[in-house]
Nanobody
Framework: EVQFVQSGGGLVQTGGSLRLSCTVS????????IGWIRQAPGKEREGVSC?????????????YSAHFVNGRFSITMDNANNTVYLQMNSLKPEDTAVYYC????????????????????WGQGTQVTVSS
């Protein structure tokens, strides 16, 4: 059984920073995609940032970030602890959402690399609220 332990999130003012972390366990493989999907009130779920568990840093498809990230967020992977981090800086009110940690080991997710609501495994979500 795939399990997630999420932490981070909370309330922050516009321009502030937060760091989300997610530790995954239960995969039978060391190779999977992992990242974050968010859902704002009244909106569809959308991919934020995802990364390969063990990627080639020279490869152009080892990670993905949505256009709205625009350099404000950084996703990193600690393979030794199966933990992914999302450092979010310069937060805006429109970043307010429930952020879900997601992961998927299927080949069709890894090649070509993708990031979205079609991921198979989901964490419980954590609320991020950015006040104006």
């Amino acid at each position: 059984e795939v399990q997630f332990v999420q932490s981070g999130g909370g309330l922050v003012q516009t321009g502030g920073s937060l760091r989300l972390s997610c530790t995954v366990s239960g995969f039978r493989t060391d190779y999977y995609a992992i990242g974050w999907i968010r859902q704002a009130p009244g909106k569809e779920r959308e991919g934020v940032s995802c990364i390969r568990s063990r990627g080639d840093s020279s490869s152009g498809d080892s990670s993905y970030s949505a256009h709205f990230v625009n350099g404000r967020f950084s996703i990193t992977m600690d393979n030794a602890n199966n933990t992914v981090y999302l450092q979010m800086n310069s937060l805006k009110p429109e970043d307010t959402a429930v952020y879900y940690c997601v992961a998927d080991p299927r080949p069709e997710i890894l090649h070509p690399f993708s990031c979205g609501r079609w991921y198979k495994h989901w964490g419980q979500g954590t609320q991020v609220t950015v006040s104006s």
